[in-house]
Nanobody, 126 residues
């Protein structure tokens, strides 16, 4: 079973930036599709972004387009979420997810990921 560990969260002022990392415990020759989600208190989990490491195709939620960038380094078994122009609405716990059995589109639409991390908190506040 793959274990995912997120890091890089913290408190930042509006307009600031953070880079989240998601590191996988297992090395495999089959690359995993990786997604980022977030959940704010009292709200449902929300999809943020996802990437297919083979095609480099990416998806972004409308709320983060142009501000967030997802990337993946297969050699380091790590995915990243670069977050710029943060605002208080971005405050949430951010989770990464990974899967290698389903397509990027299906994962984006149905969120049927095999593996989830424990999350890292991002707080945007002045």
């Amino acid at each position: 079973e793959v274990q995912l560990v997120e890091s890089g969260g913290g408190r930042v002022q509006p307009g600031g930036s953070l880079r989240l990392s998601c590191t996988a415990s297992e090395f495999t020759s089959t690359a995993y599709i990786v997604g980022w989600y977030r959940q704010a208190p009292g709200k449902e989990r929300e999809r943020v972004s996802a990437i297919d490491p083979d095609t480099r195709r990416t998806f972004y939620a409308d709320s983060v387009k142009g501000r967030f960038t997802i990337s993946i380094d297969n050699a380091r078994k790590t995915a990243y979420l670069q977050m710029n122009g943060l605002n208080p609405d971005d405050t949430a716990k951010y989770f990464c997810a990974a899967d290698r059995r389903r397509t990027l589109y299906r994962l984006w639409e149905l969120a049927e990921w095999d593996f989830w991390g424990q999350g890292t908190q991002v707080t945007v506040s002045s």
